[in-house]
Structure formats: C-alpha cells, structure tokens
C-alpha cells in the first residue's frame, strides 16, 4: 500500500500535489510555496516534459512568470512538444501574456488552439486570442 512505508514514492508526491488543490478554498488561496516543494521532489524522481510544465505554472503563481518561461524552454525537445502538444504552446501563451509580451501570447496561442482538437479548449483559447485582440485595439 502506497500509504506505509519509509519511502516516498512519486504517488505519495503526486497525491500531495493533489490535495494541495483539493484542500485550497480556492485556486487563489492554494498554497504554492508548498505546491513548488512538492513539485520539486518530483522532479527529483520524475524529471519529465510534464512535471517541468507544472511547476513552471507553478512559479508563475508565485510571481516569477519570467523565471516559468525560461524554465519551460529549458524542457528536453521543447520545440517538437510545442508543436504537437497543445498544452506547452497554451501554457506560453498565458505566460507571456502575464508578462505583457503580447506578440509571442498571440503566436503560442494561436498555435494551441491550432493543435487542440477539445471543442472546450478550442473555445477557451479563442476567448483568450479575443481578449488580447480588443486590448490591441484600445
């Protein structure tokens, strides 16, 4: 069973990681300090393209966005996920945004929301390219 032992187990993190999104009142109120521990255990056990995204994020919720960008483009064969994977363009693409960097938001997620085939991801994504349209505009 996952829940005895001495050893921690990427389940045990992974579970963690859960409950710390579980347990927030909110996605505000969630605690990221200790979301940014736990993910960097993982990645002491689980260093994939996923886990580095996620903790990216994770960082950007602590207001270091530029630290998050540069992060994800340290990730092995960024450039192929980045254009076969929707969720790694979508995720720049937010991310720049946070930082202001408008040209490089529109490009990533107009890319996203090129490779997704969700009908909700795709709606979600043209929301976005909406928004950052009407503040081009003013």
């Known amino acids: 069973m996952s829940s005895q032992g001495d050893e921690l187990t990427v389940y045990h993190l992974e579970s963690a990681i859960a409950a710390e ?3 927030a009142p909110s996605f505000e109120a969630t605690n990221w300090q200790r979301m940014l521990q736990l993910y960097d255990m993982l990645m002491q056990q689980k260093r994939t393209a996923l886990v580095m995204l996620n903790r990216a994020i994770v960082l950007s919720q ?3 966005t530029a630290t998050a960008i540069g992060e994800i483009w340290q990730i092995n064969d960024i450039e192929t996920l980045i254009n076969t994977q929707y969720i790694f363009s979508a995720v720049l693409g937010d991310l720049y945004w946070q930082t202001g960097d408008e040209h490089n938001a529109r ?3 107009q890319q996203a929301h090129e490779l997704t085939t969700s009908i909700a ?5 043209a929301g976005k390219l909406q928004t950052l349209e009407k503040t081009k505009l003013n």
């Open 121 to 125: 991801e795709k709606k979600l994504i």
């Open 107 to 109: 490009k990533f997620l």
């Open 21 to 23: 999104h579980c347990l």
């Open 62 to 64: 602590l207001n270091q």
